[in-house]
């Protein structure tokens, strides 16, 4: 079964807000986590990566956060655009020797204008 | 740069039959991972490859097959079709595994009648 989850199916926001999506792992070997934002009728774009040895990652409007003491993975976005509006999706690849990532349900966030 | 690219975009088939699928990945990747998606569902894995050999696979039965050639490019085969197996395929690449930035395609769109 999968082992990455998250806690809201949707999320609704303002334009302009930040916007955060949280994701649980079970797996305590998983070192390697991405996030994907999935538009409709495309495949996932890649957004931000975190390797288990750090806790924190940015990049342009998102930020990554991961507690691996409860196995806990956050996309924050900031000021939050109506083209934010998708699907996200966070994977993990469970360490060495593992070749595949294993995914989540994903989360859809809407924002308003 | 071209992303990956997938072929074809849109197949329908009906149950029995066989279907391959095709995947160019981003030029330099020579990773190429293969994910099924079902509507509403995260990707779930079925293959990795690297350097033209298999390196995972994921729970899917023997109908599921693949392989990579020297180009780096991928085929996904599925013989006999159930209507189960109605979905979309993505094909990610990356420059040497999944502990990387994985890069998808759009997908090949699937419906099994």
């Known amino acids: 079964g999968e082992s990455v989850g998250l806690h809201l199916p949707t999320l609704s926001v303002q334009e302009g807000d930040n916007s955060i999506i949280n994701c649980a792992y079970s797996n305590s070997a998983s070192d390697y986590f991405i996030w994907y934002k999935q538009e409709s009728g495309k495949g996932p774009q890649f957004i931000i990566d975190?390797?288990?040895?750090?806790d924190k990652r940015q990049g342009q409007r998102v930020t990554v956060l991961l507690n691996k003491t409860v196995k806990h993975l956050s996309l924050q976005i900031a000021a939050t655009q109506p083209g934010d509006s998708a699907v996200y999706f966070c994977a993990e690849n469970r360490g060495a020797g593992s070749y595949q990532l294993t995914f989540g349900k994903g989360t859809k966030l809407s924002v308003i204008p | 740069d071209a992303g990956v690219t997938q072929s074809p975009t849109h197949l329908i088939k009906t149950r029995g039959q066989h279907v391959t699928l095709r995947c160019s990945p981003i030029?330099?990747?020579?990773?190429v991972s293969w994910y099924q998606q079902v509507l509403g569902q995260g990707p779930q894995f079925i293959f990795q490859y690297y350097e033209k050999e298999e390196r995972g696979r994921g729970n899917f039965p023997d109908r599921f097959s693949a392989r990579q050639f020297p180009n780096y490019s991928s085929e996904l085969n599925v013989n006999a079709l159930l209507l189960g197996d109605s979905a979309l395929y993505l094909c990610?690449?990356?420059?040497?595994?999944?502990?990387?930035?994985?890069?998808f395609g759009d997908g090949t769109r699937l419906s099994i009648l």
């Open positions: 975190i390797r288990s040895n750090m």
């Open positions: 990610a690449s990356s420059l040497e595994g999944v502990r990387q930035p994985q890069h």
């Open positions: 030029s330099g990747h020579k990773s």
